[in-house]
């Protein structure tokens, strides 16, 4: 079965508080998570919120790595998203696991763009009666 993309949504437990809430230092690993999985990197945005916490896109030829940090709980959430065969999301994931310092991360892969029967499935939202 052939897929446009692969989807890995991953969590990240028990990771230095003090790198989650540094935005320089996530958009670093970010940046880099991308370029080891050899990724081309298009844009890059990344927020710091108050008290605490960061989120952040990186746009990549591929799609995107995107992430959102707890640093009260030493924990992110990340989503790494490619298309083609030329880079590998998990490159990404096990890249960050390690620079995070994260005690553990739980992470699944979902195929995106499966066109089963050489057709698009797809679906209509209806309206419901009020």
């Not at 437990?13 to 003090?18: A, E, K, L, Q, T």
């Not at 709980?73 to 989503?79: E, I, N």
């Not at 960050?96 to 553990?104: G, P, Q, S, V, Y």
Request: net charge negative.
């Amino acid at each position: 079965m052939h897929a446009l993309g692969r989807h890995v949504l991953a969590e990240f437990y028990g990771c230095s508080p003090d790198i989650l809430n540094d935005t320089a230092k996530i958009e670093e690993l970010m940046v880099n998570a991308a370029l080891e999985a050899g990724a081309e990197i298009r844009e890059v945005v990344f927020h710091q919120f108050s008290p605490q916490g960061v989120s952040g896109v990186v746009v990549i030829s591929e799609s995107h790595l995107a992430i959102h940090t707890w640093p009260e709980f030493g924990y992110a959430a990340v989503d790494v998203f490619t298309c083609g065969n030329t880079v590998d999301p998990w490159v990404s994931c096990y890249y960050l696991n390690k620079h995070f310092i994260a005690e553990r991360m739980a992470a699944k892969e979902i195929k995106r763009g499966i066109f089963e029967y050489g057709f698009e499935i797809s679906h209509t939202q209806q309206k419901s009666a009020v």
